[in-house]
């Protein structure tokens, strides 16, 4: 018989573990004790993170992802964990371990048919979408697209005119609230103050006023191209000192001054306490070249277009709203004088997005008003 036939597991050497000998784990800790804040600013893989106290007092927290976190994007406005070194303290750097259930989630692509989207902004009760007058010109496309995204992630949007001075007819400039007029959008309506200089614009106080009153308690995303006065109105909204700049005279864009999205708190005023101000926010976003809807579903592109939803009622099954062959009912809904004077612009406006959507747009859906 094998002199090994006595032996059993009982003789086997273990060999002790080098890096100690608690065993493994896939249970992952809860972190009960995490605490809250809400992301104000993401910048090269850190996260400025304001915590609030229960008795009112603020921390603003520096962070970093944890390891099981790396793939998960974290933008401004996220309410996010934190563990670690909350103090708030120079050179303190805490560790985010996760991300709370988002309620809304603004998104864009590079380009309609690119399937990678990228996140803007979370928990964003409204949008601001922002557009000059003129200088640069403004661009129905954008807006239309911002609306799409806008009601496809659940927030309402507000239209803010800027540098309606520019114009002749400051009360309906470009023509832009005349062309929205048949929508439940609200417009506010911006110009330059009387005599200020071009080099530090100052904004009519009525302006101002309108926004605050509708920006309070509320947590609202700024969208727009660059050059269009973004952060000038987050300036005057929040006492910021954000960088601004003109348009290229060459190229008639804007030039870019925010590099990226930071969230900033109303400032408090006669009509506003400290408190509100505190839960108004305001996230003024990179200005946008381009703003893709890979990610919303061509059935919802309708949605944006409430003048035109109640006459595809009319369309046959399964239309595409490309054209009255195809079973279209939208064109004769629009002759009838149901969308408005300007529904005809508003039907180009829809098929143009759903043909890029497609990938066979044949014009440009980025066309200015009047083009």
Known sequence: MSRWADWDESHVRVRPNKKGSRP?????PDYADAELGRVVTVDRGRYTVRLEDSDGAERIVSAVRARAMRRTPVVPGDIVGLVG??????????????IEERS?????????????????????????????????????????????????????????????DLVEDATDPAGLVSHYA????????????AGAASASPSLDAAAVTALRSALTE????????????????????????????????????????????VALNLEPAESL?????????????????????AHVAPD?????????????????????????????????????????????????????LISSMAGTEEVPSEKRLGA
């Open 24 to 28: 493994r784990t896939k249970e992952s």
């Open 104 to 164: 809304t989630l603004l998104r864009r692509s590079a380009e309609d048919t690119d399937d990678a989207e990228r996140v803007i902004v979370a928990n964003a009760d409204q949008l601001l979408i922002v557009v000059a007058a003129a200088d640069p010109a403004p661009r129905t496309g954008f807006i239309d697209r911002a609306l799409v995204a806008a009601y496809d992630a659940g927030i309402t949007p507000i239209l803010l005119v800027t540098k309606a």
């Open 273 to 293: 306490s400290a408190r509100a101000a505190r839960n108004s926010w305001v996230i003024d976003t990179p200005g946008v070249r381009t703003f893709g809807l």
């Open 85 to 98: 070194d909350t103090s708030g303290d120079d050179g303190s750097l805490a560790r985010l371990i996760r």
């Open 300 to 352: 919802d592109v309708l949605g944006a277009f409430s003048d035109l939803v109640e006459g595809s009622t009319q369309c046959e099954p399964g239309c595409a709203h490309i054209s009255p062959e195809g079973g279209c009912a939208l064109d004769a809904w629009v002759a009838d004088g149901h969308a408005g004077d300007h529904g005809a612009a508003r039907l180009a406006s829809l098929r143009g």
């Open 218 to 261: 509320r947590v609202t995303a700024m969208i727009g191209h660059s050059g269009v006065g973004k952060s000038t109105m987050v300036n005057a909204l929040t006492g910021a000192d954000r960088a601004t700049s003109g348009v290229n005279a060459v190229t008639g864009r804007g030039r870019h001054t925010s590099s990226s999205a």
């Open 182 to 193: 048949e929508l439940d959008l609200q417009t506010v309506i911006s110009q330059q103050a």
